[in-house]
Antibody, heavy 116, light 111 residues
Framework: EAQLVESGGGLIQPGGSLRLSCAASGFIVSRNYMSWVRQAPGKGLEWVSVIYSGGNTYYADSVKGRFTISRDNSKNTLYLQMNSLRAEDTAVYYC??????????WGQGTLVTVSS | QSVLTQPPSASGTPGQRVTISCSGSSSNIGSNYVSWYQHLPGTAPKLLIYRNNQRPSGVPDRFSGSKSGTSASLAISGLRSEDEADYYCAAWDDSLSGPWVFGGGTKLTVL
């Protein structure tokens, strides 16, 4: 069965950078589409980014130009490079494996707090 | 403000049937599949319904989905206390707002 484990979250100052990782097992990351979804405190789920098996990537307007999604096939791991972080980026970030929806399987999430 | 519109809250008593609506537009629900997720704070979201009305293995048949035009619904029958959670609809969106969009979520309370 597919398993996803996120890491890399933490406290970061505004304007800083952080890279999230999502280690996958039970499937091959490069053969599927993978997404990042976040949930800010007291808010709903927000789709952030997706990378397709062919390598095409898409971003929500709120993160376009600041976040980069990528994967390392040798490590079967998904990444989210986050630059120029803002207070409104504070959220729990989930990675998800998509087969028939945005994410059929989800990780437990990693908390990113942007604050001075 | 979310692209897909859900009621912020819903409630029911054990054994009842409740329905949660999700309203969109021709660029998302009107022309693409809808999926539904159950989310308990602090845990991983769980896929309940995909492709409008399909259940992944392991999801009880108490959960059902439907779609008509630019709206979709999630129905939960035989309501149980463990169904108390947040529920989100989602769909692919053909417009420039992004490939995927979520509803704002509905907090279901089991009275």
């Amino acid at each position: 069965e597919a398993q996803l484990v996120e890491s890399g979250g933490g406290l970061i100052q505004p304007g800083g950078s952080l890279r999230l990782s999502c280690a996958a097992s039970g499937f091959i990351v490069s053969r599927n589409y993978m997404s990042w979804v976040r949930q800010a405190p007291g808010k709903g789920l927000e789709w952030v980014s997706v990378i397709y098996s062919g390598g095409n990537t898409y971003y929500a307007d709120s993160v376009k130009g600041r976040f980069t999604i990528s994967r390392d096939n040798s490590k079967n791991t998904l990444y989210l490079q986050m630059n120029s972080l803002r207070a409104e980026d504070t959220a729990v970030y989930y990675c998800g494996l998509g087969e028939a929806s945005i994410a059929d399987y989800w990780g437990q999430g990693t908390l990113v707090t942007v604050s001075s | 403000q979310s692209v897909l519109t859900q009621p912020p809250s819903a409630s029911g008593t054990p054994g009842q049937r409740v329905t949660i609506s999700c309203s969109g537009s021709s660029s998302n629900i009107g022309s693409n599949y809808v999926s539904w997720y159950q989310h308990l704070p602090g845990t991983a979201p769980k896929l309940l319904i995909y492709r409008n009305n399909q259940r992944p293995s392991g999801v009880p048949d108490r959960f059902s989905g439907s779609k008509s035009g630019t709206s979709a619904s999630l129905a939960i029958s035989g309501l149980r206390s463990e169904d108390e959670a947040d529920y989100y609809c989602a769909a692919w969106d053909d417009s420039l707002s992004g490939p995927w969009v979520f509803g704002g979520g509905t907090k279901l309370t089991v009275l």
